[in-house]
């Protein structure tokens, strides 16, 4: 089965600063990876997806991240965090293989706050 | 294009009640699943079905049902309320037609006292 660890539960920085949220995941086939993101009482949305291709994948927002399968990472980045990034993000891979095709199995999210 | 339409958005029980939450969306995908959010713990799966007519447990299911008589429509049926399941309750959809992840709903936040 799927797995996937986001470090770090909780995660500041200041206006302007670089954003790092990090996610490792374990799969034993080729993984869909996602992020996604969440603000105060809303579902979620996807930032970004890496299915096949280019490692390095741009989303929404500015927002980016690179799959590197030699460290199971798929870590996401930002180069100047914004006011309006403060919310709770998601990493997800997917199951896309056989009986468990298109299920999700998701991180435990981790909370970015932006201090002006 | 509606996408995925979870009503209520809120909600209040006592233990004991039975209530549905209803979950449909227009885009006609394939798979549709249920998810609970409770802090610290992300998202987890509760049911899921990958098609009218089919439906399979996912990591949390016990005191849920679930039924899929068309593509568009996925219920979650509580048969008798908790405390425990005092949560927000996501419904979420996906095509296999193509890479583009989950579509998801707005969320129920659901009560039990």
């Known amino acids: 089965a799927q797995s996937v660890t986001q470090l770090g539960s909780h995660v500041s920085v200041s206006e302007g600063a670089l954003v790092l949220l990090r996610c490792n995941y374990s799969?034993?086939?080729?993984?869909?990876l996602f992020w996604y993101v969440q603000y105060p009482n809303q579902g979620l949305q996807l930032l970004l997806k890496?299915?096949?291709?280019?490692?390095l994948v741009k989303g929404i927002n500015g927002f980016e991240a690179e799959f590197k399968k030699s460290e199971t990472s798929f870590h996401l980045t930002k180069p100047s965090a914004h006011m309006s990034d403060a919310a709770e993000y998601f990493c997800?891979?997917?199951?896309?293989?056989?009986?468990?095709?298109?299920?999700?199995?998701f991180g435990r999210g981790t909370q970015l706050t932006v201090w002006p | 294009n509606a996408g995925v339409t979870q009503t209520p958005k809120f909600q209040v029980l006592k233990t004991g009640q039975s209530m549905t939450l209803q979950c449909a969306q227009d885009?006609?995908?394939?798979?549709m699943s249920w998810y609970r959010q409770d802090p610290g713990m992300g998202l987890r799966l509760i049911h899921y079905?990958?098609?009218?007519?089919?439906?399979d447990q996912g990591e949390v299911p016990n005191g849920y049902n679930v039924s899929r008589s068309t593509t568009e429509d996925f219920p979650l049926r509580l048969l008798s309320a908790a405390p425990s399941q005092t949560s927000v309750y996501f419904c979420?959809?996906?095509?296999?037609?193509?890479?583009?992840?989950?579509?998801f709903g707005q969320g129920t936040r659901l009560t039990v006292v």
């Open positions: 997800a891979v997917s199951d896309d293989r056989g009986s468990t095709l298109g299920r999700l199995y």
């Open positions: 799969s034993s086939v080729p993984p869909y």
């Open positions: 890496y299915t096949t291709g280019a490692t």
């Open positions: 885009m006609n995908h394939e798979y």
């Open positions: 079905s990958v098609g009218a007519g089919i439906t």
């Open positions: 979420a959809s996906i095509t296999y037609k193509d890479r583009s992840g989950a579509f």
